[in-house]
């Protein structure tokens, strides 16, 4: 038999161009080790016409940010036939974009925390001070802030008292034009991946996150010793069962497939509440996909490549 | 059971390297490697300006003729060959037999990086003072910073580095009862200042040092890319003793070679070169052998000459650009040589925060607490103008004015300023 012939994307144009990087370099390993024919390369110009001259068998994104998981990309894999593994360009833009991706659980009926999403043009036509004034007094604190869209952390602060707040909408205004304004929930932050192999969505076991100082940052994310990772979670067997049930739940209701990330906090009573998906994880050495295939006694490599073959699949 | 920080080694690493973790501005910085970004960051010498069919032909008849020596380990001290040329190069700049330069005295090193971090090794104990322009070569204030000293900045001007201030800064430790082991100074088409000391300061900062009994570490790696007039002789060139010099052949012919130099007194010479032997055991006798084949074969001289043309045109197209884009508020240095422009943004920005935007907008620079080993100068930034094209620097210069512009009127919206 032929392998198939994997192109991993990685890179781009994104803020995470390097996390990308890193992820598409363990991706690639991982499926040559698990032996099939991967090479990796950048989404710059001379991709589409690679696409529709030689098309791979199919396509696994490790692009992180913008294009690789707003549906861009996936569109474009669309438009020249070739199929890749993950969820569909309209999926992956509904959990791209965070505030939509929570009014879709809320809808659903599932906890996320309250929230206000607010582009920087509505501050300055309304007046930052009195918005401002009138969220941390609706909202109360702490308040987490981020931008809408993009991850690794960057441009999010929490927020604990009021004056803290004009300098982290700043922060968070440099990262892209539209913010989240979530109330803070203090808890145990875990990270739940959901892999479905064909028979339906499953989480595996959720990873708990501990910050050295708290705050689960770039730094945080990307510098090993910093953070501690527990697999699977300290959490009850109850505790554990919602938070996977509700994982699972927003892998259905955002319409996600194959493989996504579930970022999920426990509060002090137990209560489970969805922060936001990821259609695209990160697969670096410090990345919490990777644990949680490894805690659940599965093999990267393999379930990478069996996804693709689901997604040669489809396509037959 | 028990977590995992992913690191099994955290309590094995030495106190210099605790604080190294990752950096989302470093990780900004990958996109700069994009051609859809203008990489005003990056201080890359434009290479490509020289022959490089010739100095093929060079390097495959180098082998072909030298190569069982060029491929082989040679002394720790450096090629004396090459120490020969080095002197002749050191020369354009006054540093000549006059003035007791010898090739005797020079070691050859991997890069004046190398250079910088033997002197360190030499010379510095934890908690030592080191006097440094404010702001610094940011590779110099990496290198102190692991021999764990604590460097002092010394505030410069249009005119760099001040002399009374260098006084205070003197005073100021003695007083304080500190060490200080010497000043570290880049007197020439400053990185990243863009500022040139002249003359009359040369002399003023040569006597302040010397009256303190202080060393002098005179770092001039674009000493021979000066565009508007001949080459300021050299701090070495006026005295004998009490100042180690390091060169350079990166901007003169390659950085990919990695040889640069030290100039030193005798004493010192013998303990830089069992320093060296320690870390790298010699210099690579392949690439120093390049050099020497190129400056003794090669056009040297008019591809110098070359190198200023390419950029002087460069130097005036960031100049032009930032004179007819830039919001009120900015300021900039003008440079006579060299790479860099230094630019202070309107009150009230902070270069680091502004990073993001700047890479959204397409444009990378060095913001400028990267420059200070105390963290601050986020007021300011790094311009390289030697890499990109003219035509793409004036556009990279564009879109940093409307990135300021746009960071303006966030920080006025949210009252915010740094």
């Known amino acids: 038999m032929s392998f198939a012939h994997v192109l991993v994307l990685a890179g781009g144009l994104s803020f995470e161009r390097e996390v990308s990087l890193r992820s598409g370099r363990r991706v690639l390993d991982a499926l040559k080790l698990a032996g099939l024919d991967a090479e990796q390369r950048d989404a710059d110009t001379t991709l589409l016409p690679l696409l529709l001259a030689t098309p791979p068998d199919a396509v696994l994104i490790s692009l992180h940010g913008a294009t690789g998981e707003d549906g861009a990309l996936r569109g474009v894999l669309e438009l020249a036939g070739v199929p890749y593994v993950g969820p569909d360009a309209r999926a992956a833009r509904r959990a791209w974009d965070k505030p939509t991706a929570k009014a879709i659980l809320r809808d659903a009926g599932q906890p996320t925390p309250d929230w206000i999403t607010l582009p920087q043009e509505t501050f300055s036509e309304l007046g930052a001070s009195a918005l401002m004034t009138q969220i941390v007094e609706e909202m109360g604190l702490p308040l987490m802030v981020k931008p809408a869209q993009g991850g690794s952390g960057l441009g999010a602060h929490v927020v604990r008292t009021a004056a803290e707040l004009p300098a982290a909408m700043v922060g968070c205004f440099a990262y892209g034009g539209t913010a989240l304004i979530e109330r803070f929930v203090t808890g145990i932050d875990v990270a739940v991946t959901v892999l479905d192999l064909g028979e339906g969505p499953v989480a595996l076991p959720a990873v708990e996150i501990v910050p050295a100082d708290g705050v689960y940052d770039y730094q945080a994310r990307y510098t090993a010793g910093v953070t501690t990772w527990h697999a699977p979670a300290r959490l009850s067997p109850e505790v554990s069962e919602r938070v996977a049930a509700l994982a699972v739940e927003a892998h259905k209701a955002l319409g996600l497939r194959d493989l996504s990330r579930v970022d999920l906090i426990v509060d002090a009573g137990g209560d489970v509440h969805f922060l936001e998906a990821n259609v695209s994880p990160g697969l670096t050495e410090t990345s919490l996909v990777p644990m949680a295939i490894e805690a659940a006694g599965l093999d990267v490599g393999k379930v990478l490549g069996d996804l693709v073959q689901l997604a040669i699949a489809r396509k037959n | ?418």
């Open chain 2, 1 to 418: 059971m028990t977590g995992t920080t992913l690191d099994d080694y955290t309590d094995r690493y030495a106190q210099r390297v605790r604080g190294m973790t990752a950096s989302e501005i470093r990780a900004l910085f990958a996109v700069a490697s994009r051609p859809e970004v203008v990489s005003l960051a990056g201080g890359s010498p434009f290479v490509s300006a020289l022959p490089l069919d010739a100095v093929g032909e060079m390097l495959g008849e180098l082998i072909a003729k030298q190569g069982a020596s060029a491929l082989q380990y040679c002394v720790g001290q450096g090629d004396p060959a090459l120490r020969e040329i080095i002197c002749q190069i050191m020369a354009l700049e006054g540093i000549d037999a006059q003035c007791g330069a010898s090739p005797d005295d020079v070691v050859v090193t991997t890069g004046a990086q190398q250079a910088l971090d033997l002197v360190a090794r030499v010379f510095l104990d934890p908690g030592d003072v080191v006097l440094a322009e404010g702001p610094s070569y940011v590779g110099a204030l990496g290198v102190f910073q692991a021999a764990q000293a604590d460097v002092v900045h010394v505030p410069m001007d249009e005119d760099g580095l001040i002399p009374e201030a260098l006084e205070q800064a003197i005073a100021d430790m003695a007083k304080a009862g500190r060490r200080v082991k010497f000043l570290y100074t880049v007197p020439t088409y400053h990185n990243p200042g863009g500022v040139t000391l002249p003359e009359s300061r040369r002399e003023r900062i040569i006597e302040i040092c010397a009256e303190a009994g202080l060393l002098i570490l005179e770092d001039n790696p674009y000493g021979l890319l000066g565009f508007d007039a001949e080459p300021l002789p050299a701090l070495r060139s006026r005295v004998r003793e009490g100042i180690i010099y390091l060169g350079t052949f990166s901007k003169t012919f390659a950085a990919g070679v990695r040889v640069g130099w030290i100039l030193a007194p005798h004493a010192v010479r013998d303990k830089l070169v069992m320093a060296s032997e320690a870390q790298i055991l010699c210099p690579s006798m392949l690439a120093q052998s390049a050099v020497t084949a190129y400056f003794t074969t090669m056009p040297w001289r008019e591809q110098l000459k070359k190198f200023q043309g390419v950029y002087a045109e460069r130097r005036d197209a960031v100049l032009t650009a930032l004179d007819d884009f830039m919001p009120t508020g900015a300021t900039w240095t003008r440079p006579a040589g060299g790479f860099y422009v230094w630019l202070t943004l309107p009150d009230g920005l902070d270069s680091k925060a502004m990073v993001p935007r700047a890479i959204a907008n397409r444009v990378a620079y060095v913001p400028g607490n990267g420059f200070f080993a105390d963290g601050t100068g986020r007021q300011h930034l790094r311009l390289s103008y030697c890499f990109p094209p003219p035509e793409r620097i004036r556009e990279g210069v564009r879109r940093l004015a409307g990135t300021i512009e746009e960071e303006q009127a966030l920080r006025a919206t949210f009252g915010v300023s740094s």
